[in-house]
């Protein structure tokens, strides 16, 4: 029986998570579902992406943010969150580094909110429930 092995060539390609010099882009996850945070982390680790964070709220998405400046090269955040919401945390986000890259995940019908925060500073949106294809599509985008 032929293994992978055998085919070297067969679906070879570079993974999208690394930069021009090989290092993988630095991601820090803002998102209130659990589950749509290891979704994001399934999808960005199989590509090689490093999540170097998580936080299930704007508050510590913003303490996070601000720890490991300026080792973050993407931030995705959840508009809609408690204690401090998506919007909000990107307007301190950018305040703090006017260079921050963050790109926004919302519901669908939520098409105000995204022009607010696209307004803000945010560099894209992703809209839920995710798909991988447009995931990475979005962030290599704005990587890019």
Known sequence: MKVNA??????????????????????????????????L?????????DVVGQ???GILGLELFKELHPNVDLVTMD?????????????KIIAFDKNAKVIMISALGKEDLVKKALMTGARNYIVKPLNRKKVLERISGVLD
Not at 79 to 91: A, Q, R, S, V
């Open 55 to 57: 936080a299930e709220d």
């Open 79 to 91: 508009i809609t969150m408690p204690n401090m919401d998506g919007i909000t945390c990107l307007e």
């Open 6 to 39: 055998d085919f070297p060539t067969i679906n070879a390609k570079d993974p999208q998570g690394l930069d021009p010099s090989g290092i993988p882009y630095k991601v820090l996850l803002v998102d209130d579902s659990m589950f749509v945070r290891k979704q």
């Open 41 to 49: 982390n399934q999808i960005l680790s199989s590509e090689g992406f």
